[in-house]
């Protein structure tokens, strides 16, 4: 039986991968920052971690209370949305410390154990903003293009040793917390004189056209888990879809 582990399960797309992963009848690891809160139950297939992937203490207590993994999938990250101008840069380090090398040390930290089995796989969760440019998310775009190029690089480098490398990109998910994780409110980063360059932007997001649910991210992480290919790319959600077609 595989074990998979998991960052970033506390809500949204981290918790329905446990879930979907579990009901596969993997062995799950599910990491978030206060396991006590966690809305899932432990079992004997299913453990509650604590981890902060912006801590490197914390990530190799968790690597080592893990065990042997077969799969890592990155998905712990921070959403921010707002005039890049308006953005302190002490919150642009925040966001690419958890995006960006939140997932370089748990890559890291998980490449040797599965190098020296000879294989496993990583799963690195982006975003769409990644297929396409998007208004008002300079700084989460750029947090999420370094990963696409990290991986890219590292499937190259890992698959002389079986192991797999891939990206899930997500389209957008209006039930997801995108921004929880953040201090800035959206309304703070938004200068009155991008007013009405955001307004539409903002009318879009709530009345948007195709989107991607919970569940399209976890089937495919699911997917890029399973799948013996060399693929590295996974769109997510039919959005997701659309715009990797039209790329």
């Known amino acids: 039986m595989k074990t998979v582990l998991i960052t970033g399960t506390s809500s949204g797309y981290g918790l329905e991968t446990a879930r979907h992963f579990h009901a596969q009848g993997w062995n799950v690891v599910a990491t978030l920052r206060n396991p006590a809160a966690s809305p899932l139950a432990a079992s004997d297939r299913l453990r509650l971690l604590p981890l902060d992937v912006t801590d490197a203490d914390s990530i190799a207590a968790a690597i080592e209370a893990a065990g042997p993994i077969d799969v890592l999938v990155n998905n712990a990250g921070i959403g921010v949305v707002g005039a890049f101008e308006a953005t302190p840069m002490a919150h642009v380090r925040k966001v690419f410390e958890t995006n960006t090398f939140g997932v370089m040390a748990m890559c890291q930290a998980v490449i040797p154990q599965m190098r020296e089995r000879g294989g496993g796989t990583i799963v690195n969760v982006t975003s769409s903003v990644t297929l396409a440019p998007m208004p008002l998310a300079a700084a989460y775009t750029a947090s ?104």
Request: aromatic residues 10%; glycine residues 10%; without cysteine.
């Open 144 to 247: 999420k293009q370094a990963i696409e190029g990290f991986t890219g690089s590292l499937a190259h480098e890992l698959g002389a040793f079986g192991i797999r490398a891939r990206l899930v990109e997500p389209g957008y998910g209006p039930t997801t917390r995108f921004t929880a994780n953040t201090d800035i409110p959206v309304a703070d980063l938004i200068p009155e004189a991008y007013a009405g360059f955001a307004a539409p932007i903002f009318a879009g997001f709530a009345n948007p056209g195709l989107t991607t649910s919970m569940s399209d991210v976890a089937e495919t992480v699911w997917l890029a888990a399973s799948d013996a290919s060399d693929r590295l790319r996974y769109p997510a959600g039919p959005d997701a879809l659309a715009l990797a077609k039209a790329a």
